[in-house]
């Protein structure tokens, strides 16, 4: 059941103060909060919601409000919910008409609405912003006939895969689930796995590989018998319920690619299997892990009209058909001109609506279209201010694939509203500039 907007209230409250009298009205979130149709992103995720069952959610000013202060600043969810209830322009932004002291919700609300709402109302408020981009005149639709795409890899939150220390994990979530369903083991290996693991470590920083590769070939044993124990249980008419099945067919992966660097299926991370191994050559970084996103932007301005997270470690020219779907659906305007760069080889698009230049083409060129290649690079700084201007920092901190693709999206969010809100402050030092221009020409004429 959804909570309906707050309204405004003219009424005076006796021991409370109105925010109205407490924040600068010429405030960017002030100015952006006029901007943003909170109306009608009620309407569009309502969607997500029941109809009279339960008690009523948060209201969507106040959930996606937070959601557009948590991208704005980077914060944590914890850390939002803990800003919200000391800055009077957050609660303004989220709809309040009296300053709160408590939290309305509880922290953990952030991360159901995210569950809510998924990677299409993800998309709705990525929308919004977008549309407040052109109302605020920060883009123009001009600017959005010319665009950028390229990719990058959006690093996941987990340890440097290591075989040793995923078959250990592997094999102590595993006594872990036996032991809750009462399956009995002949050795659980605590002791002998956790010595084991550090000496593999120690001989692998001494560079003793021999040494290093027979520790770790012990752990790998360990972690088979544990395997070995547990289905000879579930053959015996054990019932094996979800959760140790999907452990044992994480632990049979990486028991089989330890020391196997030819193995087919690969485990990066227990708690986020869907993490891919994506080579970038990089010279500082050889390998990331995580999942390829994809982004695009205007090739003038700057500004993100497409984001989506890519899983499979797909081709980049086999993407450009999705992006270009995406950036039309948020744009409702179909680009004509679309730099990429020489990984897009090959995209099969053959629209004579859209020219697409690959990077260092030279025939059929314009001195125009020439000029807008050049630009291409600028969008390698968009995606630094993407990962890196966050508190929470670059990597993406959001459970499974689902997690990715909603992660991929809020960090464009992030970025657009920070555009936004610096066109804002512009457009107002440019007011008082001009107001201060035009006294002093009073005063000189005056004097005069």
Known sequence: MLKKNPKKVAQEEFFQVRLEHIIDPRHALVKLAQVIDWDGLAADLSQFYCVGNGRPAGSVRLMAGLCFLKDIKGLSDEEVCAVWCENPYFQHFCGETFFQHRFPV?????SIFRKRLGEKGAEILFGETVRAGLQTGVISKRDLSHITVDTTVQEKAVHFPTDVRLCDKARRELVKLAKAEGISLRQSYTRTGKHAVFMANRYSAARQMKRARSKIKQVKNYLGRVMRD??????QGHEATPALSAALAKATIAYQQTLNSKAQEKLYSWHAPEVECI??????????FGVKASYAATNKSNFIVGAQALHDKPYDGRTLKGVLAQVIRFTQIKPREVQVDLGYKGHGIKDPETNIILARAKRGITPAQKKRQKRRNAIEPIIGHLKNDRKVGPRNWLKGRIGDKINAIAMAIGFNLRKILKGLSWCLFKILFWLMSTNNKQLQNGLC
């Not at 509880?106 to 952030?110: A, I, Q």
């Not at 547990?230 to 053959?235: K, N, P, Y």
């Not at 080579?279 to 990331?288: C, D, I, R, V």
């Open 279 to 288: 080579a970038k050559g990089k010279a500082h970084k050889k390998y990331e």
């Open 230 to 235: 547990i289905e000879r249980a579930l053959e």
């Open 106 to 110: 509880e922290p953990p609300s952030l």
